[in-house]
């Protein structure tokens, strides 16, 4: 016992603030090194992201405001036209349009029986002619493809698993900075609370690099807490637990991963009213009670029109699964959004579930991640999250620039490890083991870690010193023995 406390607290006379903070530096540096080439990717698709709605507002710019011909057709006809577009897929929803002139925007998933495989896709049809204008495929979509990036790297799962680590990783990357950051010596604001620019050399680096980390890690601390509903392991443990004891499953209204994802897909594709084909696939015959109508979007858009929901709004005729109509607002602003039911045939409201009726740390998590995405309180929430990213990425060119001034040669560069082994200040071993505790995947990474660097340490001397964990002095006297 007396030798694990030594191990903590340091060995008599060493100062256990040096150690301490000759510790914390070189796990700063470890997790900057492992998060930092991501951090570069999640910000440059998260600022596309951020402009979500902008961005498809203006890539849709070719199908808004057309100049008709003539009167436009009636909704049931345009949804028509776009399921004869689509005769394999099934009919999701309507985007309600406030100006008759837009195209009709029309969604369609298409699956497959023997594979959890749904495709989302937009028709667009022109309101006068019924001409099909477009048909998109919706994950090709910018917006969408950035959320992809950010999300899972585009790797699906192991991807998805491989960001909620870096997640975790960039917390012990900030709270470390923070505590490197603090001031100890300082007879002045300089380098604290604005960096020293005309100092140039290093000292620019260092300052550029500690100050912008000090405004930007409160924006970054939120953004990765509000991330942890989406992640796989603390999402879906959080999910778990949130269930318990509750006599019926709670579904949230993000999802934990490319599988939940495809679940909700195939949710929805299930609700879905079939299409033509699979009729005629099962029965090879349709009668007027199974054919897929498209009649009722003209009575139902200005009942929806007059709910003063935030869009888009989406209308979302019966389905195998869903008898009634639905009409909900898909805003990223998660607080706004609203779904209502109505009777398919007197179309009297039926039921109604939204942001409201939500358990309350779903509300909770809601107002996280609607200022996650920028879209909490308009365009000041999306400048804030420019200026982070900004921030970002000021980070990652001012580390770089600091890692290469001063690792030395033949070596990582990264900070010495404190003679003869690291030795960790009692409040640091806390702080540790309470972030792998509430966070799985640091935890299980950071004993990995430990590991690794103890057989390093004996295995091999060569390595140890390239990390750091030997002077390179050694090098010598080593020789010599």
């Not at 680590?165 to 609370?193: E, F, H, N, Q, T």
């Not at 309180?377 to 060119?397: A, E, K, R, T």
């Not at 290469?404 to 900070?415: E, I, Q, T």
């Amino acid at each position: 016992m007396n030798t694990i406390i030594r191990n903590i607290v340091g060995p008599q006379g060493t100062s256990v603030r040096s150690a301490a903070y000759r510790t914390v530096w070189r796990w700063h540096f470890y997790a900057g090194l492992f998060c930092l080439p991501f951090v570069l990717v999640l910000s440059l698709s998260g600022a596309v992201y951020l402009f979500k709605p902008q961005l498809d507002a203006w890539l849709d710019r070719p199908y808004d405001h057309l100049a008709l011909a003539g009167a436009p057709q009636s909704l049931d006809a345009q949804v028509a036209a776009a399921q004869a577009a689509l005769p394999d897929a099934r009919l999701t929803s309507l985007e309600l349009r406030a100006d008759p002139a837009d195209a009709a925007r029309v969604s369609f998933m298409t699956g497959r029986r023997d594979a959890e495989d749904f495709v989302i896709q937009r028709v667009l049809v022109r309101p006068d002619t019924l001409e099909i204008l477009a048909v998109q495929d919706d994950k090709y979509r910018p917006s969408q493809l950035a959320g992809g990036i950010h999300g899972t790297l585009l790797l699906g799962t192991p991807g998805h698993v491989l960001l909620e680590l870096v997640g975790a990783w960039a917390i012990v990357m900030i709270v470390s900075g923070l505590y490197l950051w603090w001031p100890r010596d300082a007879k002045g604001l300089a380098g604290i609370a604005y960096p020293r620019l005309s100092e140039g050399g290093r000292m620019f680096w260092r300052d550029l690099h500690a100050v912008t980390g000090l405004w930007v890690s409160f924006f970054a601390l939120f953004l990765l807490i509000t991330a942890l509903p989406w992640t796989l392991v603390w999402g879906e443990s959080f999910r778990f637990a949130r269930n318990i004891g509750e006599k019926v499953l709670v579904h949230s209204d993000w999802t934990t991963g490319p599988a939940d994802e495809r679940e909700q897909r195939k949710a929805r594709f299930q609700q879905a009213a079939p299409a033509a084909s699979e009729h005629a696939e099962h029965q090879h015959h349709m009668t007027a009670a199974a054919a897929p109508t498209h009649a009722g979007f003209d009575r139902i858009a200005p009942i929806a029109a007059g709910l003063g929901l935030a869009e888009p709004v989406l209308i979302a005729p019966p389905g195998s699964a869903s008898p009634n109509w639905n009409v909900q607002s898909k805003t990223q602003n998660r607080p706004l959004r609203r779904s209502i039911d109505f009777d398919p045939e007197s179309l009297r409201q039926v039921g109604e579930t939204g942001f409201a009726t939500s358990p309350l740390v779903d509300r909770i998590f809601g107002v996280g991640i609607a200022a996650h995405e920028g879209q909490l309180f308009g365009w000041p929430n999306q400048l804030l999250g420019l200026l982070s990213v900004i921030g970002y990425l000021l980070l990652v060119v001012s580390s770089v620039a600091l890692w290469w001034r001063r690792r030395r040669r033949g070596a990582l560069g990264a900070p010495p490890a404190f003679a003869p082994e690291p030795r960790l200040a009692p409040f640091v071993v806390g702080l540790v083991v309470a972030l792998g505790l509430l966070l799985p995947t640091l935890g299980l990474s950071l004993l990995a870690v430990l590991a690794a660097e103890q057989i390093i340490r004996r295995a091999s001397p060569g390595a140890s010193r390239w990390l750091g964990l030997r002077p390179i002095e050694e090098r010598t006297a080593t020789r010599q023995s």
